[in-house]
């Protein structure tokens, strides 16, 4: 069921209890988390926080966590599942659902009160009860009653129910056959904190790096993404006419400017970002041999020396940081690149340099997937790195990983296409991450990965085709997802449902316990058979 008042039916509801949060590994579920920790540490609500990372961990971090707990609080997780049916918990715990993975699952819509939605998103079109339930029993007596005298009234009523389940499946598949991103969960989480008068700028900013990673990450439409950010730009403005002068030189505050979209830029050179960023390196086409041509002519039209362009940001010339923007603006018709700046959320702090809403994204993704720390240990870490004050080490090792990672990301991407090791298969294309390279390891999680299938995707936006990208995983398996072919205009997927019905038909031993249902693990022995049935299913 959906909660009517947000704060009412939801946080105060917790108030005096002892929650259980399970928190999702993704970065808008980390900002969500962030934005409760800080409520629930203001009006002291104790709370046993657990990580997870797909439904089996759900199921045991709830088992293991359940004891003298009423209420669950689960973020980026359990919306798409039928929890009561996977749970199986008391009847007296009750569950807060705040997931923005689409669509959410019926039995989840219409718990009795035990599962309760704390947002609905206007996209979901969801069929009404009376087309899904139906009760069975009571024909069946009507019919033991009635006997041989009414033959007629129960063929009428079998036929009639034939038809009921043949317009509930058509209902069903149409409401599961694509899955897609409703607003961001640390959004709904900065709408309570509204609720509660505790607009604060850590909630503000965390609310602002979601918000930033909904865009990067393609998870909304471009235009849904503005829609979801309008609030966030009134609350940033309410803060900014309370500020005072000296409230500007003495702490954080969030601002909204026109910023250059490239990644880490200020954490890397003008040259580095640029060919590292997906929105425009795949343009530029710098896997191919005129590639580093290509850059060096976008940067000499911007006005920038190559030796000012391959050095730190920082330490680059005043004139050409203020030039930046204005520069990228101007060179990028030229190169037919998309528009390389937007309005975008800046953290400003006294005595240091701006951090971007995005910059805090891949570090955050740098940090949740890491292959020299636990993922336990990388989640902390993630925490950490959304402080607003201080001196934020976190954040720097997250700004390191993810510089590493963009690496990686890039040399799988030009390895792909320059030597041609894209496939087509069908009505899709895919490529496979080789087991043993170095890019591997990196790309072994699935935030790495699409980023990699985007760059690879982008390249070919002239002829756009639905992409699957599959890397080594562990113990033999391997990770595999699918992007939709249009997927920076249109994110919904319908790779989610084509994969269970796929496995159904090939017989692979395939894992479909992942939050994001375009994201499955298989046998690698296993992958040309699942291929093979998915290709033969979409043709």
């Excluded at 007596?141 to 041989?148: C, D, H, L, S, V």
């Excluded at 709904?188 to 509660?196: C, F, Q």
């Excluded at 500007?248 to 400017?257: C, L, M, N, P, W």
Aim: proline letters at 5%; hydrophobic letters at 40%.
């Amino acid at each position: 069921m959906f909660i009517e008042d947000i704060k009412n039916d939801f946080y105060n509801v917790l108030l005096g209890n002892r929650v259980l949060l399970l928190v999702h590994y993704d970065v808008d579920a980390i900002c969500a988390c962030k934005i409760l920790q800080d409520l629930f540490k203001c009006d002291n609500i104790s709370y046993t926080l657990v990580p997870v990372g797909g439904i089996s961990e759900l199921k045991t971090a709830y088992d293991e966590n359940n004891e003298e707990v009423k209420y669950v609080v689960l973020v980026n997780c359990g919306g798409t599942v039928d929890l009561v049916d996977i749970l199986q918990p008391e009847e007296h715990v009750v569950f807060f659902v705040l997931d923005s993975h689409k669509p959410t699952d019926i039995c989840n819509v219409y718990s009795d009160g035990q599962v309760r939605l704390v947002y609905k998103d206007e996209e979901e079109n969801i069929p009404n009860f009376d087309d899904i339930f139906r009760d069975d029993e009571e024909d069946e007596n009507e019919e033991e009653r009635e006997g041989r005298q009414g033959i007629e009234a129960v063929v009428e009523r079998r036929r009639a129910r034939k038809a009921w389940e043949e317009r509930r499946h058509t209902l069903m598949f149409n409401y599961t056959q694509f899955s897609y991103h409703g607003k961001p969960s640390a959004c709904v989480a900065l709408e309570i904190a509204v609720r509660a008068s505790r607009c604060t700028v850590p909630a503000l900013w965390s609310a602002a790096v979601a918000s930033a990673a909904h865009a990067a990450l393609h998870c909304r439409s471009p235009a849904r993404c503005l829609l979801d950010a309008e609030p966030l730009h009134r609350y940033v403005a309410a803060a900014q006419r309370k500020t005072t002068d000296d409230d500007i030189h003495q702490s954080a505050r969030v601002v909204v400017e026109k910023d250059a979209w490239l990644p880490l830029y200020r954490w890397w050179s003008v040259e580095g970002a640029i060919s590292h960023a997906t929105a425009l390196a795949p343009k530029l086409r710098l896997h191919s041999r005129s590639g580093a041509a290509r850059l060096r002519q976008l940067l000499a039209d911007m006005g920038f020396p190559l030796q000012q362009a391959r050095q730190a940001y920082r330490s680059m010339d005043v004139e050409l940081r203020r030039s930046l923007l204005t520069a990228l603006e101007a060179a990028a018709p030229k190169h037919k690149l998309p528009v390389p700046t937007r309005a975008a959320f800046l953290l400003q702090r006294p005595h240091a340099p701006p951090l971007a809403a995005l910059d805090t994204v891949y570090a955050v993704m740098g940090l949740i997937e890491n292959e020299t720390m636990p993922r336990a240990e990388g989640f902390q870490h993630a925490l950490s790195a959304l402080a607003v004050s201080g001196e934020n080490e976190s954040l720097k090792r997250g700004v390191a990983a993810a510089r590493r990672c963009l690496e990686a990301v890039a040399r799988q991407a030009h390895s792909t296409l320059s030597s041609r090791r894209l496939m087509l298969a069908g009505p899709f294309n895919y490529f496979i991450v080789p087991e043993g390279t170095p890019e591997a390891t990196t790309l072994r999680g699935p935030l790495w990965l699409s980023e990699a299938a985007r760059w690879i995707a982008g390249a070919h936006a002239h002829a756009p085709r639905p992409l699957l990208a599959s890397a080594p995983s562990t113990g033999g398996d391997c990770l595999l997802l699918g992007l939709p072919p249009r997927f920076d205009r249109e994110p919904r997927n319908l790779f989610g449902a084509a994969f269970e019905q796929a496995a159904t038909k090939s017989g692979a031993s395939v894992s479909l316990e992942f939050v994001d249902s375009s994201i499955i693990s298989l046998p690698s022995s296993q992958r040309t058979q699942f291929l093979d049935a998915l290709t033969a299913l979409l043709a």
